[in-house]
């Protein structure tokens, strides 16, 4: 009788055999034994074999105004559904035409080669870099991930390397005293806090000693809430002219912040690099750059010690990962930016589970959603089918988060029902209370 070899079969019985023998040492703590699940083929979870034909089918693309952003279920003819997620804020209508406009070159391709389809995209469009495109990428780059994760039935970051931390750092964010105890309330030990006014108004050009001490005052009384041992970024957003900017930068150095967060305007990285040269605080950036050639540039200058790409904006998975590395040979650190959907949260966190050079990670903050008696929550209720738990001691562990296979989540079968009838979010206009004329966002 002819013995079945096939592949399938081999590697079933080869997993089988070694299962119990593979053991690496984890970063932190015991020692982590790895079981089948943990191999780049899991024989138990793949959804198909990896020999099997897969071809993308259709794409649909879901507007989340309560969240700012566009979710993408990317179809195939095995049944493996992809999700991810792309945005730019402010501009949902534009940027699913754009997701829209990919779905042509997609069609019949196959979705477990995300890194040859991102060079296509990307390298195929004329005009390169712009916001809308990198998001769109953004969003069919995330979903051709999740489906080579689910095929092969393991984690995306198994697909990345292997994990490099067994948990993952997350911060709140807060602009008063009482938010920042709400934050740590939440079980959060670092979070951000927001630097645009001072005394009901925006800033000017150069200001004067009232507003710097407002600014002062309200960071000083939020620093004697959370206490020394709270890590605590200040947000300048990009609101402040340069020169504003770096006198509240050395005012606020007593407090020892963990990072100034977008100092000024990120066109400007000439002078973002000499205004880091005066402070000894490190400067973080980077939420609306995009692509590893923008950050390429930061680095080169010096602008940046802290680098914040948001995977739904700078061109995905892909992307993330390769300005990950690139930041690693400049000794700079990851923070990345994720304040809008759950999805793109979670393909994040993927990928800094797999790189060394990770300070913490951002979460959604719901600044979009209505008081519509749902109950929505930054972690991904009523976003996901699992939403995700926070430890104790404020961090993501990948066990039981996101150690399923792909991004590990699933949509909520509500989710379509409770965005139904929310408008479009747009970002609030801001205007110089003195005379009228416009100031940055």
């Known amino acids: 009788m002819k013995k079945d070899f096939s592949r399938r079969n081999w590697l079933k019985n080869m997993t089988a055999g070694m299962a119990g023998l593979l053991v690496t040492e984890q970063l932190v703590g015991q020692p982590i034994k790895y079981s089948e699940a943990d191999h780049t083929f899991n024989v138990n979870k793949a959804q198909v074999s990896p020999k099997d034909d897969i071809k993308i089918t259709k794409l649909e693309i879901i507007p989340v105004h309560t969240l700012r952003t ?18 730019v804020e402010g501009r949902i209508p534009t940027t699913m035409a754009a997701i829209k406009e990919l779905e042509k070159y997609l069609i019949g391709k196959d979705p477990r080669k995300p890194a040859h389809h991102w060079q296509a995209i990307y390298r195929h469009a004329f005009y390169r870099g712009g916001i809308v495109l990198t998001s769109a990428l953004s969003a069919v780059d995330i979903a051709m991930w999740d489906i080579k994760g689910k095929a092969l039935g393991v984690p995306v970051y198994e697909l990345l390397g292997g994990p490099s931390r067994h948990r993952v750092r997350v911060y709140g964010q807060a602009g008063t005293p009482e938010g920042a105890q709400k934050v740590i309330d939440e079980g959060y030990k670092s979070m951000k806090v927001g630097v645009t006014s001072s005394r009901g108004r925006l800033s000017r050009y150069v200001e004067n000693p009232d507003f710097v001490k ?22 300048l957003h990009g609101d402040h002219s340069p020169q504003t900017s770096m006198i509240l930068i050395k005012a606020l150095e007593q407090f020892q912040p963990w990072f100034y967060e977008e100092p000024i305007q990120f066109q400007n990285l000439p002078l973002m690099a000499e205004m880091a040269k005066k402070t000894h605080i490190p400067f973080a950036t980077g ?16 602008s940046a010690s802290i680098l914040q790409p948001d995977i739904t904006h ?28 759950i ?90 209370s003195f005379d009228g004329s416009v100031l940055d966002h």
């Open 70 to 87: 566009i979710f993408v279920k990317m179809y195939t003819n095995v049944g493996i559904v992809g999700i991810g997620e792309g945005t």
């Open 214 to 235: 407002g600014v002062v005052d309200n960071i000083a009384a939020i620093r004697d809430v959370i206490g020394p041992t709270v890590d605590m970024g200040i947000e």
């Open 287 to 302: 939420e609306r750059m995009v692509t590893k050639w923008q950050f390429r540039e930061l680095l080169s200058l010096g």
């Open 314 to 341: 700078c061109g995905g998975i892909t992307e993330l990962k390769a300005i990950s590395s690139l930041a690693e040979a400049f000794y700079a650190a990851m923070l990345p930016h994720a304040k809008e959907g």
């Open 343 to 432: 999805v793109g949260a979670v393909a994040s966190l993927h990928v800094v589970a797999s790189i060394p050079n990770l300070l913490a990670h951002e979460l959604p903050n719901l600044q979009a959603a209505p008081d519509d008696g749902v109950e929505r929550s930054s972690l991904g209720k009523s976003y996901i089918k699992k939403p995700l738990v926070m430890d104790d001691d404020g961090h993501i562990s990948l066990t039981g988060n996101i150690d399923g296979p792909g991004l590990g989540l699933e949509l909520d079968d509500n989710l379509v029902e409770n965005e139904r009838g929310v408008e479009e979010w747009e970002f609030p206009e801001m205007w110089d």
